[in-house]
């Protein structure tokens, strides 16, 4: 035997050529299955030197005592910078005491290599016993694979042990492994719709692809006693699909490896750029974008986390008992057509399915019962496909079956069967466009497709919500008499983004037109669905004017024409706005569209920026008159000169409390009022106006890490200013510290009155936010509008979003003499959509004081992006 230094100096060296070589072929080829061979056999080559070296100078001794790999290692998937997973077999303690010395000079060596060595250390009888809490150990037996040492030993506990094994704990195995799987679903939303999926444990990752694996490997081994021909695990059709998607992530998984220098799964969003110019998984194709790689990204792993669910539902042992009953109950809707077998559909008579109606009579028992397919019945579908496209259903007849589909409660699971069988395309082609069609904007979570099945399970949940905003929505949805035209128009709403270049309404709209033709829908219906989809962007435009104001109100009314239009779109820019991510349909906005919703609907059953004068016969008046009758003159003076939409949006109640603070303001020249609701923290400032003041208050927010979702600033005569901020906290500053509360608004009143620096405490917000760059560049846009007010000139401020932006912007207002009236502050992922009504001496902007607003704003954004 050579010396310890010596054999450790020639891998090191071995090692590191190899490993130069195969990251320099991965580099040329992007061949990810070929890096993870060879680095498989790398780490084999080095294992078996130090196992001759260090504890026996053949690979087949000695006896009792056995080197097997395990996990990763054992399927031959080492990835650059994978654990080594292996298991020191000893045949009983004494073996392992002997060894012990010589195992951990072996370990050692490895370790000083660099090597991250994963070992497991076990008798064969510690191997025969299941343990539940430490479940990976025994699926990580499935991969096993001799290395080294006894070659008997490793065969009693390949040939006998596992399978018997396998055999007495296959339920709780399984059952296991289930429930750590639906963990890490629900960890990750259950949804493989990632901005940034960590390509390994998110689902359709990897480790579902194991998963699928390991379950139809421990089914199989149930019902043969016996180790099964790997080939024959996964049905043909799986199979189709899931050796591509291997392919894939593991060229991406590689990439990741290489490119971050660790074990790093996180497809990043530069990743993503990177990997797509590199054509990481898709070296045939000559030039792609983010989102087109993306693309194939998403449908991958819609394959892979299809295949694990379905194997999740279909193995019995990985249904809870609760579960099983359920689906049991369910099996009694069984009809002459479909039986159902633990919540899983099944055809009576598999030769009828030629009839394309019986195929459409399935999708709708299935949507109505929220069933799901067997693997049998998909595999029958598959195969009735082609003939199916050669001749589709179309007009009246798909129609007829469509629109009950869509109205079904669980219309959104069968859309999805259907598109992951690729029948939508056949049905509707125009849905092709948008097959895992990828936005990437950071703010749309979803592909295309899944955002508009999401849409339409989102009005179909309404009712069965926790929360009172959906609740209400679906009571509108309740009074439609013809729901299934607005669920069309969701289905369609979006196809125009398969067409680059032009509006996507505009192309959404054409290609609809195609669509319902093909369903040969009535003028009036078409007209319906036309209007929907046309106008599905108005009612969130809407909202970005000032909704108090009775002439948007009138505007917007005027668009929508009928109060059944009004509820159509409604529900679809709730539903729109809810399927774009988890976090967009904030409570913020859900209040908005609701108060849009109401305010048009009462101007449709019979027909505010304006200064208040409080002689003005207002019932809000009347009331404040009644809850303080001896503040009658206090309350006049009080409203002098407020605008109406004051009134609009403060209760009698708070106008007092806002009086009350006025009142106080010459022993205490800055009132303030926090207050924390459900969502966010509203701030109300009442202080006399001063340059600046709208600007200082933002800013002060932002310097301590407030983001703020929504702004109002109203004057009267007297010069008194009624701001009102609502804001998250980041950082739980006052959720976690609730002294720090009197600090923060101590702070307020220091910056106000000038006596604490804001520009330094800006400063130091930012050198601490330093450091996250913009995952997307968005264009600054600034645009007037002198037409939506009688009294203001609007303002919309499109920019990236950053620290810090509303006190710049607001800065530069004052900085030309403009007088806030309105903010209406929104964002959309990295792009901030902030819209301000602007006054300039009582009087709108003039052309000359918008360009020069326009080029000091620009001014300002562009030198914000500089540096």
Known sequence: MSTAPSINSELRDLYSEQSTRILQEFHATGDGRTAVDQRTALIEDIVLRLWKEFIAPEQSLPEDFALVAIGGFGRRWLFPHSDIDVLFLHSDQATEERYKDRVR????????????????????????????????????????????GDRDLFARLHDKLIPKLILQENQS??????????????????????????????????????????????????????????????????????????????????????????????????????????????????????????????????????????????????????????????????????????GLIFLQQPAALQDPELLLRMFDFMAHHGLKLSATTEYRIEQVLPALAA???????????????????????????????????????????????????????????EH??????????????????????????????????????????????????????????????QAMDRLDLEPQDRDTVRYLIGCHLEMSATLRRDIYDPATIQGFAEKVGTPERLKMLCLLTYADIKAVNPEALTPWKAENVWQLYIATANHLSRSADQRLHSEVDDENIARLQTLAPVAGKKIKNFLEGLPKRYLRAHPAEEVLHHLAMAEKLQTEPVQLDLKRGRHWYELTMVTHDRPFLFATLAGVLAAWGMNIVKADAFSNQAGIVVDRFYFT?????????????????????????????????????????????????VDTRIEFDDESSSNSTLVQVIAQDRLGLLHAISSRFSHQKCNIEIALIDTEGQMAIDVFYLTSAGAKLNPEQQRKLKSSLMEELKAVLIS
Not at 127 to 134: H, K, L, P, V
Not at 490 to 500: C, I
């Open 105 to 148: 000079q072996f370990s050692q060596e490895l370790w000083d290599l660099r090597v991250k060595l994963s070992p497991a250390t076990r008798t064969l009888a510690e191997c025969e016993r299941f343990d539940s809490n430490n479940v990976e150990f025994t699926i990580s037996l499935l991969d096993c694979r001799y290395l080294a």
């Open 173 to 342: 195995i399984v059952q296991r492994l289930a429930e750590v799987t639906r963990a890490r679903h629900a960890k990750y939303g259950n949804t493989v719709f990632h901005l940034e999926p960590n390509i390994k444990e998110t689902p359709g990752g990897l480790r579902d692809y194991n998963v699928a694996c390991w379950l139809a490997l421990i089914s199989s081994m149930d019902k043969l006693r016996a180790w099964p021909d790997p080939r024959t695990l996964l049905p043909v059709s799986v199979r189709k699909q899931f050796e591509p998607a291997l392919e894939f992530l593991m060229s991406v998984r590689c990439f990741l490896h290489y490119r971050q220098g660790r074990d790093d799964n996180m497809l990043l969003w530069e990743t993503q750029d990177e990997a797509a110019v590199r054509r990481i998984g898709v070296p045939e194709v000559e030039v792609m974008t983010a989102a087109e790689w993306m693309r194939i990204y998403f449908g991958h792993a819609r394959a892979v986390h299809r295949a694990s669910i379905q194997l999740l539902e279909e193995i019995p042992a990985a249904r809870s008992s609760l579960y099983k009953h359920f689906q049991n109950w369910r099996s009694r809707v069984s009809n002459s057509e479909f039986s159902v077998v633990d």
């Open 391 to 449: 001749t589709p259903p179309r007009g009246a007849e798909l129609w007829r079956y469509l629109q009950v589909i869509l109205i079904e409660p669980h219309a959104a699971d069968a859309l999805r069967a259907m598109h992951s069988l690729r029948l939508n395309p056949i049905l509707l082609p125009e849905f092709k466009l948008i097959d895992a069609l990828v936005i990437r904007d950071f703010y749309h979570r979803f592909t295309v497709d």
């Open 452 to 513: 508009s099945f999401l849409a339409i399970e989102s009005l179909h949940m309404a009712h069965h919500s926790q929360s009172e905003w959906d609740q209400r929505y679906g009571h509108i949805l309740d009074e439609l008499e013809q729901p299934e035209l607005l669920y069309l128009a969701l289905l369609l709403h979006d196809v125009g983004k398969g067409v680059p270049g032009r509006s996507h309404v505009v192309t959404s709209l054409e290609i609809a037109e």
């Open 729 to 777: 906290d980041r950082f739980r500053t006052l959720e976690l510290n609730l002294p720090e509360w009197e600090r923060f608004q101590r702070s307020i009143a220091d910056v106000v009155t000038g006596e604490a620096d804001l520009e330094r405490l800006l400063r130091d917000r930012l050198r601490s936010d330093r450091g996250g760059t913009a995952k997307v560049k």
